[in-house]
């Protein structure tokens, strides 16, 4: 009894006199804690913030995004939370909701102040003219998988790090100073050193975000050459296949294809979300056999059947890449995803050999 007394009293007095004798300590050790329902949206938190943040994040890479379990742990791991980040377009769906509901945080709903859509200032593809989830189409906002273009990630850094200003104002200056070299390294991870040093990586960005940087490259000059001989960079390496031909299991490679160049010119899923039929395969088997097309792009979590079957039949090269950072050992961050999806898909286009000859 005695005992249980002088605890009382140890914690009223503790709970009393600790804010009051060093507060100052206690608000710098504490982090921004933040969910991030994907990984790639946590990865570029993380590379902005470092270890102001104390992260988590729910779904794994080698995880559907459409389809990830709401498990009720994540709910405890919410009501904590100074922001959650989304991707948005109705891509979590079936498990978001579920979760900040169960939360019952006001800040953390959507329209709350800690309820962050990295889709905002994405310039999203293939938005159906009507709202429709005909059939289980997944994508009825368009497509969701923006991320795959690193230059939307540039966007996702600026709303990520508004956010963490307005929750931990203290630090503004450190979070900008982390989304300022953050777009730095991802210009030059996407357009070499060399040429971000020649033409300034924000130039670039423009550039290509404007979709004209193939004619600002040939025709800007330095020292006599076109800047195009300073590309470098995952565009660099991925001119060796540009223009060629892929097909892909689900469409998620849009925004990727958009950006480096690639043709994605069928999907397995008849659409977004829909296993194929056995006529479907067949009509897949007939436009692979025309032979144009020598890879077909799948991903971990989906099913291997259709993909082994297409293979098998017309003799199409099958390469299961990740979206998400985690998705493969390799792809450890946001940089180190990229570097092996080029790795990969230069290696099985066999970009060495340019097109139509030797
Ligand atoms: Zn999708």
Redesign the pocket.
Known sequence: MKQIIRLLISGLLGALVLPVLDPGAMAAQEKVKVVSSLPNMGSIASAIAGDKVDLTVIASGTQ???FVDPKPSYIVKLRKADLILVNGLD?EIGWIPPLTQGARTARLMPGGPGYIDCSTGIRVVEVPLSLSRTEGD??PYG???YLTDPLNAEIVAGTITEALKRVDSASAQAYEEGRRAFVRQLHEALFGKELVNLAGGAKLSREAMAGTLDSFLDTTNIGGAPLRSHLGGWLGKMQAVKGKPVMTY???YSYFADRFGIRVVDYVEPK??IQPSAKHLEDLVVRLKQGDITLLLTRPYVEHRSTDYLSERAGVKVLTLPIEVGGAPEATDYFRLFDYVTDQIVKALGGGAPAGGR
Do not use: Y
């Open positions: 559907d995004a459409h891509l997944v994508h497509n969701p998988h689900h469409k998620d977004p979300g």
